[in-house]
């Protein structure tokens, strides 16, 4: 393997042109590598090598073109530099169309080669940086270990860095809205607005035209567009195609579906263009019922944010309470998940509808005394929950404003002890 510290690998057969390109290099300031044999270059690459390949054209073995093609298919944005003979321009024109950065003509200019050095390292640096950053932020986002969801994960790293129109599809709460954001944060567009429109409220296509516009140099989330009338559909689909046309992309489309949207197609709801067009990347997020196994994760991961969020304790967690969570299909997904996971956080055991008090382990208490402290902690736990808020509490507990003043003040409870902090300890 190539190590980080090395920024340009050299590849040519010829062993004195090797060393004359490495020790021009050095002089230069770059670290470099060279290999003779092509046919070793894709065992020596890792994936995120933050440097540059510079490739002779003509090689046994492999060559510049068939190399090229498979450093590509390893990872499609690593620069390589393609070195020719002279007159063979339109051998570097088709190493161009099939992914080299930039190409060189024999005898080799120096300063010309510096000068590309200089271009291509600092782009794929960033390129790189910007792959960690997304790894990390994917795993703290899109919890889990499953793989489907380590799937999906690799999945938004491959694309989330490209401007590509996308197609996601899901239940409700398997994360499709997240997916959507991460995909836009890590784009080349990030700087440009995000805008979530439900195509059911788009009737006419001056409605899209204007969300287009209030997206543009960034992205549109449009919501299940097969609800969008067939002739709007039918100008989103000539305003995707102008762009692929121009190779300038004004605006990136992420398509959220519901369902699966081939059924709309079917059904002739949506257009076979459109689906085309938006489904040449397709996310299908999985349902939280097919990664069972990540649900206890999950769980224990949203009751730390929100006692850390309360400034509170994170509790104790029954096993036979994981049992039952595991047991669950959860028709809200994790959305579901993290909503019992908040509420058990303050005390409250909520499940299908269900919901119970912790229960005491004995009567350590007269019973009088045991009904006040429970409507203490109810109480509580709401102020909690709504972080002090009297009308939200009020109605959460089904009793006028001021009958619970009343009961707060019995039990010198104060909402302004209850705001969220803003920066609370763990």
Known sequence: ?????????????????VEAYQELLEIAGFKAQTVTDST???????RNWPGVIVSDMYMPGLDGMELLAKIKQYDH??????????????????????????????????????TLLEKYLPQRRQIIEQRNTLHTTTAEVLLGESPLIIKI????????????????????????????????QNSQLSNGPFVEVNAANIT?????????????????????PHHMPIETQQWLCRFLLEQE??????????????????????????LPELFYFLSQVRFNLPTLRQRSSDITLIFKHYIKQSCKKLNKTIPAIDKAYLAILNRYEWPGNVLELKNVAELYAIGIVKL???????????????????????????????????????????????????????????????????????????
């Open 77 to 114: 944005e690593l620069p390589v530099v393609i070195i020719t003979g002279h007159g063979d321009i339109p051998m570097a024109v088709g190493a161009l169309k099939k992914g080299a950065v930039d190409f060189l003509q024999k005898p080799l200019q120096p300063k010309e080669l510096i």
């Open 153 to 184: 994960r690799e999945q938004l790293k491959t694309i989330a860095l490209t401007t590509k129109d996308v197609l996601i599809e899901g239940e409700s709460g398997t994360g499709r809205h997240t997916v959507a954001k991460l995909l836009h």
């Open 40 to 46: 070793l270059v894709l065992g020596m690459l890792k």
């Open 352 to 426: 299908a509808g269900q919901e119970r008090s912790k229960p005491l382990d004995q009567m350590s208490s007269p019973l009088d005394d045991l009904v006040d402290g429970y409507e203490k902690q109810v109480i509580e736990d709401a102020l909690y929950l709504f972080s002090g808020r009297i009308n939200e509490v009020s109605s959460y507990l089904q009793i006028p404003r001021k009958k619970l003043y009343l009961r707060m003040k019995k039990h010198g409870l104060d909402k302004a002890e209850y705001k969220v902090r803003s920066n609370p300890p763990l």
């Open 245 to 270: 046309r121009q190779g300038k992309k004004e605006v990136r489309v992420i398509a959220l579906f519901d369902g699966d949207p081939t059924e709309s197609v079917e059904t002739e709801q949506f």
């Open 204 to 224: 006419r296509t001056p409605d899209l035209q204007r969300s287009m516009i209030s997206a543009r140099s960034g992205c549109l989330c449009l919501c299940n």
């Open 1 to 17: 393997m190539i190590s980080d510290d090395i920024e340009v690998l050299i590849v040519d057969d010829d062993h004195d042109v």
